[in-house]
C-alpha cells in the first residue's frame, strides 16, 4: 500500500521523506490554511521534497472556473494530481479535464455510488473520507471495502487512496481491505512508528546488557565506526 502524508507542512514532510515511507502527498484548502504561508511557495517546496503524487484542490465550487483552476494548478508540475470535490459540478469537472489528461483525485467520497461514477469518468485516484463518515455515522471501513470490491469487479484502474485517517487503526482496516493508498496526518504517522512495548522491552534488554563487565561490553562494538 502506497503512504501518502496529509499535511502542507514542509517540515513534517521533510521529517517522514526522510524516513523513507513517503510516496506522495495531499494537502486541501484547510491545511493549506493552517501553514498561513504563500500557497504556491509551499506548493513548490513540496514537489521538491517528495517525487511522486501531490494532490492540490480547487476551491471554486462552478464546474467551469474548476475546470481553469485544474488546468492552472496541473501546469504546475508534472506530479501535481488536482483534487475535485464530489459535488455535482466537480462531476462536470472531472468528466472535461480526465479527457485533457489532468490526474485527478477525486475527493470527500462518502459513498460506494460516487466511486462507482468517478471511475466510470476515469478519475486517478478516490479519497472516501473514512473518519469523517464516521463522525456523523458509520462504516468508514466499510465503505474502503465496498469501492475496492467494485474496482475489482470491473477492472476499474482507479486507485482507492484512503483519506481521512484520523486514527492509526483506520490505517490498518485500509490496508486490510485492500486499498491502493492510504494518505495519513503526521500525528498518525507517529503512532503507527510507535508502540509503548517496543520501547519497554528495549529497556529491559539494555538494562541486562549492562550488567556486563566493561571489557566484555567492548570487544563486541571494538572498531565500530560513527
Ligand atoms: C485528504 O485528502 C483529505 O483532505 C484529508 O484526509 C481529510 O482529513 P480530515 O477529515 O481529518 O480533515
Redesign the pocket.
Known sequence: MKIFI?TANVEEITRYANMGFIDGV?T?P?LMATEQRTAIDVIKEIVGIVDGPI?VEVVSTDAARMVAEARHLASLHENIVV?LPAIPAGFEALNVVIQQGIKVNF?MIYTANQALLAAKLGATYV?P?V??LDVTSTGGAELIEEIVTIYDHYGFETQVLA????NSIYVKFAALAGAHAA?I?PAVLKAMIESEMSQISLDGFLEQWETLPEASKASLFDGVEE
Open positions: 496529509d495531499t486541501n484547510a494532490s483534487k475527493t479519497s473520507f473518519g469523517r483519506a481521512s485517517m484520523r494518505t496526518p
